[in-house]
């Protein structure tokens, strides 16, 4: 399999998104990406595992048993040696996500690897949105919110094709630029 596409509806069952992130957040930490990039407009610190019942402590031992926030997955891979790069707008709520992110990697001494682009009303972030690591991709109309996983009718494709990983990569790159 190279891609796997999943169109949900707003009616349809809202587990999908949410397991197919399970798969990809878990895998990463098991063998992680030299560079994970993330672009959307908005995103938020949403739950990502449900490790109430300890089913995840073998990927970061120090998590309790609660659901583990996007911020605390992209630390664990800040502290495994992954660069982590977000671009998303700049308003109340993803300022909150990328302070809590940016507080846990200086806490860690990890802050190096946290690249982060950030976009104003006058100037917005474009509407795309792609998670991109070395192995796969996940890209489409989801923007990385609670709503986004769990709620709105969203069409994602996930990809394991390395030419199309790179091209995605590319296509994103752009908004990391004034960065390198």
Known sequence: MTERQIRRS?????????DLLTVAFSGELLRPSKCLTLVSPYMSDFPVLDNRTGSFNSLDPAWPA???????ILRSMLGRGSEVRL??????REDQFIR???ELAERDDTLGLLKICQFDKSEPLS??????????????????TYSGVELNGELVT??????????????VGSVFKELT
Do not use: V
């Open 127 to 144: 509407h795309e949105k792609a998670l991109i690591a070395d192995r796969w991709a996940l890209h489409g109309s989801m923007n990385f």
């Open 100 to 102: 809590s992110l940016f």
């Open 10 to 18: 707003r009616n349809q069952a809202r587990g999908a998104i949410a």
């Open 66 to 72: 609660t659901t583990i926030p996007m911020t605390w």
């Open 158 to 171: 996930l990809t394991t094709d390395p030419d199309r990983i790179a091209a995605l990569a590319i296509e």
């Open 87 to 92: 671009a998303c707008n700049h308003s109340h």
